[in-house]
């Protein structure tokens, strides 16, 4: 192996050994990350932390997209075993993925979709990973008729429209709006039961999560 070889293979494993210090400290207090406390973890100086990652939101970025693409895998996996002409086992499929993985990763479920990161802000590389799973249900509606809906209004109807044509994608604005329907009550139902939100109200957690996707697959029109 050559010296150049050898230093990008140690780079890669530091990086990587970094990037679960950080995960675990976020386990512990949540996403308020402190560099120095995950130096402090892996006894290091903290100046040492910076040759890999120049900042604490660079290193929160390259969790976010890890994480983003570790729950759009999941739910990817998951579609895919489906048989295509099976829109609604498609349709729970991805939504058991996802469900399945915020509960297996709850820190990075909250590094995602819990409280925003004082001082943070998410740069244009997330958001291709974020919309994973979002553009996952669209592909599911799309095959679908759909029902009959409200017609959209005119503002609404162009940001579907920019949104589809940032994704080279010609889906109907109409199929978006369902997907993204859907794709928001998931998460909001998901982020009621990892934060404990359901505690003393639901506790037929899994069977009240396949009605409501059911209910969704039904608004949906998929059959």
Not at 19 to 41: M, Q, T
Not at 88 to 110: F, I, K, T
Not at 140 to 145: E, I, K, L, Q, S
Not at 149 to 166: K, M, Q, T
């Amino acid at each position: 192996m050559s010296a150049s070889s050898l230093r990008a293979r140690v780079r890669s494993e530091m990086h990587q050994e970094i990037k679960e210090a950080a995960r675990r400290r976020l386990a512990e207090e949540g996403a308020n990350l402190s560099l120095r406390a995950v130096a402090r973890d892996m006894d290091l100086v903290p100046s040492a932390l910076y040759r890999y990652f120049p900042s604490r939101d660079a290193l929160l970025t390259a969790l976010i997209i890890e994480a983003y693409q570790g729950l759009g895998e999941a739910a990817e996996a998951a579609e895919a075993v489906v048989a295509r002409d099976d829109l609604r086992g498609r349709w729970l499929a991805v939504c058991r993925a996802v469900r399945d993985w915020a509960l297996a990763h709850p820190a990075e479920y909250g590094l995602l979709y819990g409280n925003p990161v004082p001082g943070y802000a998410a740069p244009p590389e997330t958001v291709a990973p974020a919309s994973m799973v979002v553009l996952l249900l669209a592909a599911v509606v799309g095959d679908a008729p759909g029902p009959p809906g409200r017609p959209l209004p005119g503002p609404v109807h162009a940001d579907l429209r920019r949104l589809i044509e940032e994704q080279g994608s010609d889906l109907p604005e109409e199929c978006l709006d369902r997907a993204l329907l859907a794709w928001t009550h998931l998460f909001g139902q998901l982020n009621f039961e990892v934060f404990h939100r359901l505690d003393d109200m639901i506790g037929a957690r899994a069977e009240y999560f396949e009605h409501h996707m059911a209910l969704l697959a039904d608004l949906a029109g998929l059959p």
